[in-house]
């Protein structure tokens, strides 16, 4: 087996909150699944169409205490261990640590098995809890039931920043969290991980200042980025298109999503820090 995935988040609340959110049911709905339910150590799971393999709860919990929620969780046949640990960062902030086992990233690349999706699963969740506790909107997440990637979210800031946002390298990759390099014209190469390092890159198709931008990404389909708004805000439609169907990239979409959510707080948040950390 391989070494657990990690994951670490920065969430703007005490660390007795934040446990409560972890095993509170009605909070769990907010911003974690459609359906929740626990009552530890009885009870936990939690499942829905944003949550993979949500056709019931597939969770079972092992412990928890003050700073502690471990659970196993079946995923494709295989029973999978996920622990979120908490330490404070202060009196208002929370360091969240999550654990998971089974993650492999050649199943991101496949898409042979529903695990591939871990982590931009959880960086979706762990975005929403953030969000939770700044008392923001959350941003929609993927919807693992469904072929389709469309999302529609209000941005507080004018279309011509939004554009810039996600056009411009270096805004890119401080919210998007990892080295992203563009070439802002059509035909211009857009590289995870600069460059230098990314033998294949996706291929910029449209480029519109302030209205829309799409790029090519090869078997993941094409994405397209529409912006329409006015008096500060903006409109951002994601739609992505041209994969396979019958083994649709739902790993990337969830990066999209997760990005998607950092990138409004990127533009709205004062004092802007990623909750994800490197």
């Known amino acids: 087996m391989t070494e657990p995935m990690i994951i670490r988040a920065r969430i703007p609340a005490p660390v007795a909150d934040v446990r409560h959110a972890l095993t509170d049911p009605a909070t769990m709905r907010v911003w974690l699944a459609e359906h929740a339910e626990a009552e530890p150590p009885a009870r936990f799971g939690f499942w829905g169409r944003t949550t993979p393999e949500g056709d019931a709860p597939h969770q079972r919990l092992l412990h928890a205490d003050e700073r502690t929620v471990r659970f196993a969780w079946l995923l494709d046949g295989e029973e999978t261990t996920t622990e979120l640990t908490l330490d404070p960062d202060g009196d208002e902030r929370t360091i969240l640590t999550l654990s998971q086992t089974h993650f492999d990233f050649q199943d991101v690349i496949t898409g042979k098995s529903i695990r591939g ?35 529609e979210v209000e941005i507080e800031a004018p279309p011509s920043e939004v554009f810039a946002a996600i056009t411009e390298s270096e ?53 397209v980025w529409e912006l329409a708004g006015s008096g500060g805000r903006t409109r951002l439609t994601l739609v992505q298109s041209g994969f396979d169907e019958a083994r649709p990239p739902l790993a990337a979409w969830g990066g999209f999503l997760s990005g998607v959510a950092e990138l409004r707080r990127f533009l709205e948040v004062p004092n802007w820090q990623p909750v994800i950390m490197e």
């Open 171 to 223: 805004s890119v990759t401080s919210w998007f969290g990892y080295p992203i390099e563009i070439e802002p014209y059509v035909g211009g190469r857009l590289a995870m991980g600069g460059l230098d390092n990314n033998p294949d890159p996706a291929t910029v198709l449209e480029l519109e200042p302030g209205r829309r931008f799409s790029v090519d990404w090869g078997d993941s389909g094409i994405g």
């Open 117 to 151: 999706v871990l982590q931009t699963y959880w960086c979706q969740v762990l975005t929403n809890l953030a969000e939770h506790f700044e008392g923001r909107a959350l941003t929609p997440m993927q919807d693992y039931t469904s072929t389709d990637l469309r999302v």
